[in-house]
């Protein structure tokens, strides 16, 4: 009868949390890259000038950006003017 009413007792598993935090790995990837290109570098003096470094990565984007804009402003006054030559609005 005893054995009617007894619990059973509890599982017990080996369960180890883990977690994951996707800063630390970023954080490790980064140091493991830059570890190496200093490794590589670690021979060579560098000095950065930062304003000169900035104008070299903005002026090609800011030249290709004012290049796309001319050509897309071109062929808008291309097709206006081909519209109204078309109605039969001439300007010269």
Do not use: C
């Not at 059973?8 to 190496?36: C, G, I, T």
Request: hydrophobic share 40%.
């Amino acid at each position: 009868m005893a054995n009617l009413f007894k619990q059973k007792a509890h599982y017990v598993f080996n369960y180890k949390p883990r977690f994951y935090d996707a800063r630390k790995e970023r954080l490790e990837a980064l140091e493991k890259k830059y570890s190496k290109e200093k490794k590589e570098n670690a021979g060579k003096s560098t000095s950065t000038n930062f304003r000169e470094a900035w104008k070299k990565s903005k002026a090609p984007s800011r030249n290709n950006a004012n290049i796309k804009t001319a050509m897309i402003i071109v062929i808008l006054v291309f097709l206006v003017y081909r519209y109204f030559k078309y109605i039969g609005i001439t300007f010269f």
